[in-house]
């Protein structure tokens, strides 16, 4: 038996924290269940990163929709700067308290992928990204992850059931394993050629026994023009300075009249890493960098009581909105009562009274999105 929540229990409230609980049965037993605004805002980024990208929000209307709720939002996919209020819930306490808990780890953890996984295709400036790291985390997580990597900006990502829910191929080469039961990288190549469909490209992995620049120059003479790319993987423990290696197998095969081949780079890559090796690497396969991303610490606060502004300490009271700029992440926050005007409002309206104000946007929709904003941002 799996060690996760089903989605009833989800749905239910059973993930929460306790005191969420025991306030629920508090304010049932005192009459107490006013109309609430609940916000929800990140008041830094992790590694103090300039941007950050938000996600999540799909999840969070599903979870509530059909609930006497209102939801209000920046778009999925918004690039964001701290201090905004990203989202605000409104309605009766009791019909969304006891969904803080999950309410904060729907959005902080998928902001937190999407976000690392939009910093390290800014840091490839157009090359490919792929998504290798659902193996680094729960299985029950690998849609998650994935279709956060891709709203985040990578062109693919490795497992079969998120190509399936994205309705996108899975990516893949050789695995090591392949090679060693086969014996040989030649050989295993060759049979992957043969064997799997013609549609998926033929890159085969060169660090498995031998020398990188010799094993690329033996496998792509044995292709014959049938080799799409190489990919480097190769462990920390022979790596050595890795952008020399590539140089190396790059400079080996161009000389032999390979310089069509692409060079694909995996291993424990980081947004650093990618940007010393965009020299001479074509394509990347992420894993950790992006599966383990750092959540974006999202909290979910009451601004407004019974139509009045209130809040805890260190918060600032009242129901916001979010203002466009023509300035990149310069955006204006100002109260609600205040009617700015439609043409400058990002914050849009998602759930009345628990019903949706209309169709969500696609995950290939808010990956462009994403694309078009990340363009020209600074990474750090």
Not at 139 to 149: G, K, T, V, Y
Not at 153 to 174: N, V
Not at 187 to 215: G, M, Y
Not at 284 to 303: C, H, Q
Request: with cysteine; net charge positive.
């Amino acid at each position: 038996m799996l060690r996760t929540a089903t989605e009833e229990e989800i749905r239910q409230g059973k993930v929460t924290d306790i005191y969420f609980e025991r306030s629920e049965k508090i304010l049932k037993a005192k009459k107490i269940n006013n109309t609430v605004k609940a916000e929800l805002s990140v008041r830094k980024f992790p590694g103090d990163i300039p941007w950050a990208v938000f996600s999540g929000l799909s999840d969070v209307v599903d979870l509530l929709k059909d609930k006497p709720l209102d939801i209000e939002a920046v778009p999925e996919g918004t690039v964001i700067s701290p201090n905004l209020p990203i989202m605000t819930i409104g309605g009766k306490y009791l019909d969304f308290g006891i969904f803080e808990t999950t309410i904060l780890g729907l959005i902080c953890q998928a902001s937190g992928i999407a976000t690392q996984a939009a910093r390290i295709v800014r840091a490839a400036e157009g090359r490919t990204v792929l998504a290798f790291g659902s193996r680094r985390m729960h299985p029950a997580l690998s849609p998650i992850i994935d279709r956060n990597a891709y709203i985040g900006g990578c062109a693919g990502l490795a497992t079969k059931l998120s190509g399936e829910l994205l309705g996108i191929p899975a990516s893949g080469t050789i695995p090591h394993a392949l090679i060693l039961l086969m014996g040989n990288t030649v050989e295993a190549t060759k049979a992957f050629d043969k064997i799997i469909e013609k549609k998926v490209p033929r890159i085969t992995l060169i660090d498995t026994f031998n020398d990188e620049k010799f094993e690329a120059i033996n496998v792509a003479q044995s292709m014959k023009g049938k080799l799409y790319g190489v990919r480097l993987d190769t462990p920390s423990s022979r790596r050595g300075n890795f952008l020399e290696i590539m140089k190396e197998v790059r400079w080996e095969l161009d000389i032999r009249g390979f310089k069509e081949l692409k060079l694909f780079a995996s291993g424990g890559l980081t947004v650093d890493d990618i940007i010393e090796l965009n020299e001479v690497v074509d394509a990347y396969g992420v894993g950790n960098a992006i599966s383990n991303a750092p959540v974006l610490d999202f909290s979910m606060d009451i601004v407004e009581i019974s139509g009045k502004p209130i809040a805890k300490r260190g918060k600032k009271s009242g129901h916001k909105v979010v203002l466009k700029s023509n300035q990149t992440l310069k955006y204006e926050t100002v109260l609600a009562s205040a009617k700015p005007p439609k043409s400058r409002m990002l914050t849009k309206t998602y759930l009345e009274q628990g019903k949706p104000t209309g169709k969500l946007p696609s995950d290939n929709t808010i990956r462009n999105y994403v694309l078009k904003q990340i363009s020209d941002l600074p990474l750090f």
